[in-house]
């Protein structure tokens, strides 16, 4: 597999040095700076830096491209991604890639060009989550009681919060089902900071999760409940993780280096990406990638209203938007034709000298 990365984020670097290491992969081009890129050009001399976008519009000389997650939504990001998709380039995009309306259109976009489009979230490639799910059988089983999900941010402030609800969201939905129902609550903002954040997600089940945050460096924590036992797992700031299984039968706990993280977390994604070249998980990959960054502006929209929002996960095509449109279209059309009834009227009763004018006299038509 020949890969390309336009930008350079963790998830790049990882697939960097697990691709320097195979010898049935490389990476071909970079697109992106020299400083970014510094570390890949280094383990693949042979890549290529390229500081114009656009030359992946004209040819490639590979066969998957991997787009870095940016820390908060930026307008070349989307217009990058909204060409790729157009002109079929097979593409795979970091979560969270871009705010929810784009992600529906681009879904819109290769619905039509029948390109490949896929979406890796490194939360779900984690093997921390493929030890709780083979250690609780009831949570592959879909029975969970409660989940709770406590991060703490440096920098608490709207983007990168909401950058890390976008991946936390797509392993809630999975564990609990599609919520439909989002609520958060934060204190008053201080210099565009916040001190706490409380989000709580209900969907259709018994099953409920929170999404907590906490300002600082603080220790990450994520809790699963199930009728038959509990997971806890905490990520250390080292890269490691500790996950903490508890059951009827016993009582385990398991440690997870650094190194070890990487190389399984690595692993996960070159064969997420293969598995994407070869057409499978790319719709339902990036589908929920994009139903999960709902989630997460949903949050920002509940804190800022106080109030709860209420999700329909509406489907999006071109069918549903030309009759959007046409429904908008005649509202507006209607609202007109009572504007132009009552002006007439008032014209008329107030005995205006446009009345006189021929134009006016035939007003029943407009």
């Not at 970079?30 to 992946?56: C, D, N, R, Y």
């Not at 299984?245 to 070159?270: K, P």
């Not at 095509?317 to 609202?335: D, P, R, Y």
């Not at 009572?338 to 021929?358: K, T």
Request: with cysteine.
């Amino acid at each position: 597999m020949k890969l390309a990365l336009l930008g350079v984020d963790e998830s790049a670097l990882l697939a960097a040095r697990l691709v320097a290491a195979a010898d049935e992969h490389e990476i071909t081009t970079v697109f992106g700076t020299s400083t970014e890129a510094a570390e890949i050009l280094q383990s693949h001399p042979t890549a290529k830096l390229e500081s114009e976008w656009e030359s992946l519009l004209l040819g490639r000389d590979f066969d998957l491209l991997l787009v870095a997650a940016p820390k908060e939504p930026n307008a070349l990001r989307e217009e990058q991604l909204r060409k790729l998709v157009q002109e079929s380039v097979p593409t795979v995009v970091v979560q969270p890639a871009a705010e929810a309306i784009l992600l529906h259109e681009l879904a819109m976009i290769q619905h039509d060009t029948k390109s490949i489009l896929a979406a890796w979230n490194p939360v779900l490639g984690h093997p921390a989550v493929r030890q709780i799910i083979e250690s609780l059988p009831d949570v592959a089983a879909g029975q969970i009681s409660q989940v709770s999900f406590h991060r703490s941010l440096e920098v608490a402030k709207w983007p990168p919060v909401l950058w890390q609800i976008g991946r936390d969201a797509q392993w809630i939905r999975q564990l609990i089902g599609p919520p439909d129902r989002v609520t958060a609550l934060a204190p008053e903002l201080r210099n565009d900071e916040l001190q706490n954040l409380v989000v709580t997600f209900v969907g259709q089940t018994a099953a409920m999760a929170q999404w907590s945050l906490a300002h600082g460096v603080g220790e990450d924590l994520i809790k699963i409940e199930t009728p038959g036992g509990s997971a806890v797992w905490k990520p250390a700031r080292d890269g490691g993780s500790v996950v903490n299984i508890e059951s009827r039968e016993s009582s385990n706990e398991i440690e997870l280096t650094a190194a070890e993280c990487e190389q399984a977390l690595g692993r996960n994604l070159l064969s997420f990406l293969e598995d994407t070249l070869e057409g499978r998980n790319a719709d339902s990959s990036f589908d929920d990638a994009t139903r999960a960054v709902e989630l997460a502006e949903a949050a920002h929209e509940s804190n800022r209203r106080s109030r709860t929002i209420h999700l329909h996960y509406e489907q999006h095509n071109e069918q549903q938007t030309f009759k959007s449109m046409m429904a908008a279209g005649g509202c507006l059309l209607l609202l007109g034709v009572l504007v132009v009834l009552g002006a007439s009227i008032v014209i008329d009763s107030i005995g205006a000298p446009v009345r006189n004018n021929r134009w006016w006299r035939i007003w029943p038509v407009y």
